[in-house]
């Protein structure tokens, strides 16, 4: 491991496509200046166009993937991505608990852009009970947020009200996710992209950006919290980290390219 930057590991499953997953993990990670480490949750099979299956890992083997990292380097920050089952999703809870690694960045994966359900009902549950109690911060999207709490989100107050009861489920913070899914500002005329964030202190923070009309797109959700992971291995604030991390992503969707058929992917560039 490169002693000279800080180390971040991600634990998510693999898009052979590269545009989501551990693969855009990797590479945000990289544009930070961080050096990134990654274990493998689930084996998809998937292009721009959609989900087409899996091959999940056991706990044994995802845990076999993760301690000699953490035998050999100090983790200086952790974010998961998807953790289809409930062993795998127990699996990291029980090594955040035991083992001497930060408190993770939480993006709950639940439903691919094409619509592909990447967890089931057990794991969610275990996410919600065991894993979000030891999270720094969760980053769930509208839907993910919805799904989490049981209640429609339609404007910026209910993205409020939402992570205040993501809050009572056990993360230190909770920043949900507005994006394509999210509400508008019509008032300035202008579409916008907006994420609220409810910190360690319970102030909320609201982020703002230009909302860009490219179709779908591949793996933003993977990009933010990999980013704000690298972030807070730098040593930033929380709400620094969001910042810059949303900053990035914005730039990443409104220079995103296609690369197949279907969903755009994102080429964030430091």
């Known amino acids: 491991m490169n002693k000279n930057r800080p180390v971040v590991l991600s634990i998510a499953g693999l898009d052979p496509s590269g545009g989501a997953g551990i693969v855009a993990d990797i590479r945000t990670i990289a544009a930070f200046g961080c050096f990134p480490a990654a274990a493998i949750t689930s ?3 998937q292009n721009t166009t959609g989900v087409f299956g899996a091959v999940h890992q056991t706990a044994d083997v995802l ?59 057990e794991a969610l549950s275990i996410l919600k009970g065991r894993l979000l109690q030891q999270a720094r911060l969760v980053t769930p999207n509208i839907p993910e947020a919805e799904r989490l709490t049981g209640q429609a989100i339609r404007n910026e ?15 230190r913070a909770v920043l949900v996710k507005g994006g394509h899914g999210g509400p508008r500002n019509a008032e300035k005329g202008l579409d916008e992209a907006i994420d609220v964030l409810l910190d360690e202190e319970e102030n909320f923070h609201v982020f703002r950006a230009e909302y860009f009309e490219v179709g779908e ?7 933010l919290s990999a980013a704000i992971a690298a972030c807070l291995a730098l040593g930033m604030s929380l709400q620094s980290a969001v910042g810059e991390a949303k900053q990035f992503v914005s730039e990443a969707i409104r220079s995103s390219e296609p690369t197949g058929q279907g969903a755009r992917t994102l080429f964030g560039v430091r």
């Open 43 to 45: 084996i998809t099979y």
């Open 63 to 121: 845990l076999s993937q993760i301690q000699p990292i953490i035998d050999d380097s100090e983790i200086a920050s952790v974010k998961t991505g998807m953790l289809p089952s409930a062993e795998i999703v127990d699996a990291v809870a029980r090594l955040v608990s035991t083992q001497k690694l930060p408190m993770p960045i939480v993006d709950p994966v639940m439903v691919s852009t094409s619509g592909h359900d990447l967890i089931d009902a």
């Open 157 to 171: 107050a209910d993205m409020r009200n939402a992570a205040q009861r993501i809050r009572e489920l056990g993360p």
């Open 217 to 223: 797109v591949h793996g933003s959700g993977c990009t």
